[in-house]
């Protein structure tokens, strides 16, 4: 690998293990959800009511690490903090897998086409 | 800026998919013309990048939390065209493993931070740049693509979610999917974005253009042909 994609590289980790500031920031400054992501129970609370359409998509999907932790709702903030990074490196994986897989078959393609 | 399952009718969600696919294959098409085996890494490190940075939740005291998308650097460094991919693939990653953003709303929320971002900032930059060398120029038209690319994301995200009571309520009057009207979803999406998330976003384009500029400028779309 180039010395420049490693750098690249580090770099993404460090900011892999800083992304628990995304959960600290927000607990310090008393800041919620973010504006139109609210849970069934905070939009009762918001409205009064929850809209029929809306609860009814609301559990359409369940996703295997929601919210990006791992324990529940009430984990602990260590727990919260070692499932964020651990989500963190698991999505930059992930993606980095698929978009590296959807450009080796498009060069792939390409070649053959030629 | 991700919308949740239920939040958007299947009158809306249904056509924001469609227009999500048809960029999708849009883009596919003008990568497998332009693709080069060495841009690979950078794609897969634009997409971790913009799943790392989306992590960092940025509080309004007392209010709701945001947070920047990195559409812009990656419009800039690599193309609009490959940004809409490696955007799309974070979205749905997040949607799909993490119920980051709903299934329903993938669409839409590729659209909004993955099609409208990364084109704002792409013709954002080409109008302010310049074709000159004037660098300081360059990096105000670097700041201001990150910055305006976020801000009308958020733009039509609200929209989308402020013409659901119109479009779809019940018998009572009530909405359906999201509450709230055009009047309010609109500028709160807005203000909260034009006053904080999206000077987060520019800096970091900004700042990430003028490191690739410095250090690796032959590998910088955006200076190509200028």
Known sequence: ????????????LILAVLTPIGIFLPEMFNAGDAWG???????????????????????????????????????????QVLSYIL???????????????????????????? | MHIPDGYLSPQTYVPL????????AIALRKMK????????PYIAMSAAFSFLIQMF????????TGHAVGAGIITL????????????????????????????????????????????SYWTFKLLAGGGTASRRRFVAAFLSGYLGLLLAAVATGVQFGIQPSIAHAPDGRPLYAPYPLSIALPAMAVEHLLLFCFLEGIITLLL?????????SLVYALKGA
Request: hydrophobic share 45%; with cysteine; proline share 4%.
């Open chain 1, 1 to 12: 690998m180039e010395r420049f994609q490693r750098k690249l590289w580090v770099g993404l």
């Open chain 1, 37 to 79: 992501e609210w849970g069934v129970e905070t939009l009762e609370k918001l409205l009064g009511y929850v809209p029929e359409g809306l609860k009814q998509y609301a559990d359409v999907w369940k996703a295997p690490i929601p919210d990006y932790n791992f324990g529940r709702d009430e984990a602990s903030m260590g727990t």
């Open chain 1, 87 to 114: 989500s963190g490196i698991i999505g930059i994986v992930l993606v980095g897998l698929a978009l590296v897989g959807i450009s080796k078959f498009l060069v792939r393609h390409e070649r053959h086409e030629r």
């Open chain 2, 17 to 24: 998919y469609g227009a999500s696919i048809a960029f999708w």
């Open chain 2, 33 to 40: 013309k332009e693709l080069s085996t060495k841009h690979v």
């Open chain 2, 57 to 64: 939740n940025i509080p309004i005291p007392g209010g709701t």
């Open chain 2, 77 to 120: 460094l690599l193309g609009p065209w490959t940004a809409v991919l490696s955007v799309s693939v974070v979205l749905i990653i997040q949607a799909l493993v993490f119920g980051d953003g709903g299934i329903t709303a993938i669409g839409a929320n590729c659209f909004n931070m993955a099609v409208v971002m990364p084109f704002v």
């Open chain 2, 209 to 217: 253009f003028r490191y690739f500029v410095r250090h690796e400028s």
